[in-house]
C-alpha cells in the first residue's frame, strides 16, 4: 500500500514504452485485409494501438472492465455549486449497486464487468477553499485504492467517477496545470444556474489562488491533484497508472475522469499513450483538455453523465475495430486481387 508520493513516482519506473513492432505488426496485418488501405479510418488505428498496448498480435478484447469510483468534497459540502445536494452520491451509489443507472444499461450491452467503488462517503475531502483536499498519505491512499480495479484478466478498463462537485475539482486542476483563467475551465457541472456557476468560478480561483505557492518542484502535478482534487480522481490516476503497468488499455471518460489522465501526463506525456479519449463532453472546457492531452475523441455525442458512460460508449467502437482487425480476410485468403 503506498503511503507517500515517493511510492508513487517509483511506480513510474515500471512503465514500458508501447510495443512499436507489434504496432507495426498490426498495421502490416491492417494492409493485407480485403479493403482499401486506410479505408476505415480510425478503426485500424485503434486496432493497431490497442495491440501495441497489448504486446501481442493478434490481441484479443475478451475482459473490458468500468471501474466507477465514487467519493464526496468538502467544497460542495460548504459551498453551493452543484444542482444537486451530497447526500446523492451516496444515491447513485445505490442505484448502480442496484443496477439501475445509465452505466449499467451501457455495461449489460456490451458484456463488461461493472464495478462502483466507495471511497468512503462519509469522509469527504477538505474543503480546498482554506485548506488542502487531502494530505498525502491520504491522497496516495486514494491513488492506490484505485490500482486494484486492474485485476490479471481484464485487457481494457473504462474507469469512470460519481461526486457532487467533483467538476469543480477537475476545473481547479485544470486551472492549476494549464493557467488562463478560471472561467476558462469552468463548466455547468450538473446544469447549475449562472449565480451558481460564478460561485463555482470564484472558489476555483480562490482555490488554486490560496495553493499556488505548493505547486512547484518534481511532484508539483500530484501537489496540484493533493491541494484541489478529490478522492475518486487519486482513484482514477491510481488506476491508469496500474492498467500501464499492466499492459491494459484504457479508455478515459469525460471531463473530470481526464483530469487524472492530465495529472500524468504534466509529468511525462508518455505515461498516457496507453489511453485513448473515449469521448468530447458537453462541459464546456473538455475539448481544451483533449487538445492539451493531444488525444482526439473517438466520439462525440454531447454528453456529460459521467460515470463512465461516454468511455464506456466508446468501447463499442474498440470493438468493432478489433472485429474487423481480427476477422476479416486477407486478400490472399479471399481470392482477392488487390491490383486494379
Not at 500501464?244 to 483530469?259: E, F, H
Request: aromatic letters at 6%; charged letters at 15%; hydrophobic letters at 45%.
Amino acid at each position: 500500500m503506498t503511503t507517500d508520493f515517493s511510492d508513487i513516482t517509483d511506480l513510474f519506473q515500471q512503465f514500458k514504452p508501447l510495443d512499436e513492432n507489434i504496432f507495426q505488426q498490426a498495421e502490416a496485418h491492417q494492409a493485407q485485409l480485403t479493403k482499401p488501405l486506410h479505408s476505415l479510418g480510425r478503426l485500424e488505428q485503434l486496432a493497431c494501438w490497442y495491440e501495441s498496448v497489448r504486446g501481442t498480435h493478434p490481441a484479443p478484447l475478451n475482459h473490458p472492465r468500468i471501474a466507477v469510483f465514487a467519493a464526496n468534497h468538502g467544497v460542495a459540502a460548504n459551498h453551493q455549486i452543484s444542482a444537486f445536494p451530497t447526500d446523492v452520491t451516496a444515491a447513485m451509489l445505490k442505484n448502480f449497486q442496484n443496477g439501475g443507472a445509465a452505466i449499467n444499461q451501457i455495461a449489460g450491452m456490451l458484456n463488461a464487468d461493472f464495478y462502483a467503488y466507495n471511497l468512503n462517503l462519509q469522509q469527504p475531502t477538505e474543503d480546498f477553499t482554506v485548506q488542502a483536499a487531502m494530505k498525502e498519505q491520504a491522497c496516495a491512499h486514494a491513488i492506490s485504492y484505485g490500482m486494484m480495479a486492474v485485476e490479471d484478466k481484464v485487457d481494457v478498463i473504462i474507469p469512470g467517477e460519481m461526486g457532487i462537485g467533483n467538476s469543480t475539482a477537475a476545473a481547479a486542476i485544470y486551472h492549476a496545470l494549464y493557467g488562463g483563467a478560471a472561467q476558462d475551465w469552468v463548466g455547468r457541472g450538473t446544469g447549475i444556474d449562472d449565480n451558481i456557476y460564478q460561485q463555482k468560478t470564484d472558489l476555483v480561483a480562490k482555490a488554486v489562488a490560496l495553493h499556488a505557492d505548493n505547486f512547484k518542484g518534481v511532484n508539483a502535478p500530484l501537489e496540484i491533484l493533493r491541494h484541489v482534487g478529490g478522492f475518486e480522481i487519486c482513484a482514477i490516476l491510481g488506476c491508469i497508472i496500474a492498467a500501464r503497468i499492466a499492459k491494459v488499455a484504457v479508455i478515459l471518460d469525460g471531463y473530470i475522469a481526464c483530469a487524472a489522465a492530465a495529472i500524468l501526463h504534466e509529468i511525462d506525456a508518455d505515461y498516457i499513450a496507453h489511453c485513448v479519449a473515449g469521448h468530447v463532453s458537453d462541459e464546456q472546457a473538455h475539448i481544451n483538455v483533449l487538445e492539451k492531452l493531444n488525444k482526439p475523441p473517438i466520439l462525440d455525442l454531447q454528453m456529460r453523465l459521467g460515470e463512465a458512460s461516454g468511455g464506456a460508449t466508446a468501447l463499442a467502437i474498440l470493438k468493432i475495430a478489433l472485429a474487423c482487425h481480427h476477422g476479416m480476410q486477407s486478400f490472399d485468403d479471399a481470392n482477392v486481387s488487390q491490383k486494379i
